[in-house]
């Protein structure tokens, strides 16, 4: 089975922090993205990586920068922690090339910017 | 403005009950629809994956249909059990963007026993 791992389950910072979310994916996917959910909101990508050191720009990426430097690892940024950044960070993951493929997801990291 | 809508927002079924849940888009070019099961505190789980030419796809007592004329689609579960209970999501994909979902809101699906 894939396995998505986000380092932390909930994470507590504060307003100017940086702050790092770490993802690690162990089915060697090309692909892997970021999410945040809000509540009456459906899941909104952040940033995507089809491939190692590559990045692109999701529905709303401002305020977060991302990491790809090995295939497995991918970490999200908030370069400078607000709390409107307060929300559910959802990690996932998928193969290339066949678009009909599941994307696969950690289990969240629930993060509050006090 | 491509979207996926989802009702009802949340339901109570009771334990052994059937339910459908539903699932309207306006998503063009149309790739694919998924549903997806999502438990309290978890991360999405995928159910299905159907594209254009397929009308319904089952997973045990999980069945979707679809129907790209209309662009709805539903969820079915029969003989329902407490585990059942979690957020049920809707996610379409485009052609021009496969990896880029377009996310429901979710139903919010309770058994009670």
């Known amino acids: 089975d894939v396995k998505v791992t986000q380092s932390s389950r909930y994470l507590v910072k504060r307003t100017g922090e940086k702050v790092f979310l770490e993802c690690v994916q162990d089915?060697?996917?090309?692909?892997m993205f970021w999410y945040r959910q809000d509540p009456g909101l459906g899941l909104r990508l952040i940033y995507f990586?089809?491939?190692?050191?590559?990045?692109e720009k999701g529905d709303i990426p401002e305020g977060y920068s991302v990491s790809r430097e090995k295939k497995e690892r991918f970490s999200l940024i908030l370069e400078s922690a607000s709390t409107n950044q307060t929300s559910m960070y959802l990690c996932?993951?998928?193969?290339?090339?066949?678009?009909?493929?599941?994307?696969?997801f950690g289990d969240g990291t629930r993060l509050s910017i006090l | 403005k491509n979207q996926v809508e989802q009702s009802p927002q949340s339901l109570i079924i009771l334990e052994g009950k059937n339910c459908t849940l539903q699932?309207?888009?306006?998503?063009?070019?149309?790739?694919?629809l998924r549903w997806y099961k999502q438990d309290t505190g978890r991360g999405p789980v995928s159910l299905t994956i159907?594209?254009?030419?397929?009308n319904t796809k089952s997973n045990g007592r999980y069945t979707a249909t679809l129907d790209a004329d209309t662009k709805q689609s539903s969820l079915h579960i029969t003989a329902s059990q407490l585990s059942d209970s979690a957020s049920y999501i809707c996610?379409?994909?485009?052609?021009?963007?496969?990896?880029?979902?377009?996310f429901g809101t979710g139903t919010r699906l309770q058994v009670f026993p």
């Open positions: 699932c309207n888009y306006t998503v063009s070019p149309f790739s694919n």
């Open positions: 996932a993951s998928s193969g290339q090339g066949v678009s009909n493929q599941p994307q696969h």
């Open positions: 159907m594209t254009f030419s397929e």
């Open positions: 990586s089809y491939d190692v050191k590559m990045k």
């Open positions: 089915m060697d996917h090309e692909n």
């Open positions: 996610v379409v994909s485009t052609i021009r963007e496969t990896d880029k979902l377009i």
